[in-house]
Structure formats: C-alpha cells, structure tokens
C-alpha cells in the first residue's frame, strides 16, 4: 500500500475514533460536575481527543503531500507483541498495581524495540517507573493503582 493512501486512511480513522470520543464526554452524566475553573472530569480528556482529531488531521494532510511515496513493510511479529505486551500491562495493573506492572513492561518494550544495553534498559524502566509514580502519587496527588505488597507506601 502506498504510504500517502496508508497516511488517509489511518487519519481518517483517527479522526472518526477523536470525534466520537469527544462526543462520548458531552454526555449529560457529567454536567455540572465543573470545579471553580469551569473544568470537570471531561475536560482533560476532551483536551486529549481535540490533539487526537488535529493529529488525525496532520496525518491526512502529509498522506496527500506524499502520495507516491510507498509504505515500508510492517514488522508484525513487533506489532503483535506490543499488543500482547499492552493487554498484559492493562490486566495486571490493577492486580500487581503500577510499579509492578509498568517495569516489566518497559523492560520487555525496550527489548523489543532492539535496545540491546541490559544495565541502561535496566535503569531507564526502573527510573521512569519510579519517577511516574512519585509524580502521579505525591506531585499530582493523583494516586496510580497500588500492589498489594505495597500498601503503606
């Protein structure tokens, strides 16, 4: 497939995907429950589908400008064990909680992805795990699901 068809296609989708998401947070069930900024539970992700129908739209327009340009091949043994690897990180977070959960998973992602330095694959999941959690937990005050083992914490 031709990369400039690919590149309308998949930001068509994008965009379809966008839209009805940004229709499915208008729902009556959550007006009036805006904060003193006028902001509630539907604003960051409306936020969040408005960049996705803006990135389906970026997508569209460089998939007219290269429309000759051809598609290289997709790496499915790669693509599929990244779907494996994000099914198994959504099932087990809210039973192994974040931390347990996230640094396997960014491990294996980073092994996949041919990082071959094991110490610097090693820090980089550990690291960003940490940080992520001490972020969302203690800066946010938005508390990530917890492991069991880690309770207290």
């Known amino acids: 497939m031709k990369e400039g068809t690919s590149n309308i296609i998949s930001g068509s989708t994008i965009i379809i995907i966008g839209i009805l998401l940004l229709l499915e ?52 043994p790669k693509v599929l064990i990244f779907i494996s690897l994000t099914s198994v990180l959504f099932f087990s977070v809210s039973r192994l909680g974040f931390l347990l959960s996230a640094f396997p998973f960014l491990l294996v992602a980073m092994w996949v992805m041919e990082f071959r330095k094991k110490l610097w694959i090693f820090f980089i999941s550990l690291g960003f795990s940490l940080c992520s959690w001490y972020l969302f937990n203690f800066v946010f005050e938005i508390t990530l699901p917890t492991s069991p083992w880690f309770i207290y914490v």
Do not use: C
Request: hydrophobic letters at 40%; a positive charge.
């Open 25 to 76: 947070t208008t729902k009556a069930q959550y007006a009036g429950m805006e904060d003193g900024l006028g902001t509630g539970p539907s604003f960051f992700p409306q936020v969040l589908m408005i960049g996705f129908i803006l990135t389906g739209t970026l997508t569209i327009f460089n998939g007219i400008k290269h429309k000759g340009n051809f598609l290289p091949r997709i790496n499915w």
